[in-house]
């Protein structure tokens, strides 16, 4: 009987996928450096295949961060580090930071900010509106 991925699969995925984005890498670069297909990148990320230790290990060392940066912190809670691969698995979220952290002037990004926080609150102002959940607008 073949093994079933599990939830802590489905972490390192989304992990997988926020740290591969955020150093520029696409599914295709990271699978041709470590030995495997772009479509193997798409099912370790969306956690539908484990990821083998040394496999792993080698996606670490690619993406420059300690093989710990792909698991719960050691108290078996969800930590604030999982909110933060979960808002950079959003579409557009990497590209939107590093547009962001250009922005030289202080005064520039604060502005900034605040209209992305309006938009936001506007968005959920239109999806409660419309009946909807607020947390799927966001």
Do not use: C, W
């Not at 073949?2 to 926020?18: F, H, N, S, Y």
């Amino acid at each position: 009987m073949p093994k079933q991925t599990t939830e802590v699969d489905r972490l390192v995925g989304v992990r997988i996928t926020a740290l591969r984005k955020a150093k520029g890498l696409s599914q295709t670069a990271l699978g041709n450096a470590v030995g495997v297909t772009f479509q193997q990148v798409q099912k370790y990320e969306k956690g539908q295949n484990r990821v083998g230790a040394g496999r792993l290990r080698e996606i670490a060392r690619l993406l420059e961060v300690p093989v710990s940066a792909f698991f719960e912190d050691q108290t078996g809670g969800e930590t604030g580090d999982d909110n933060v691969f979960g808002f950079l698995s959003a579409q557009g979220a990497i590209e939107l930071l590093r547009a962001y952290v250009q922005i030289e002037d202080e005064q520039l990004r604060r502005e900034v900010l605040a209209i992305v926080r309006s938009a936001a609150r506007l968005g959920r102002h239109a999806a409660a509106a419309n009946g909807e959940d607020s947390a799927a607008a966001e």
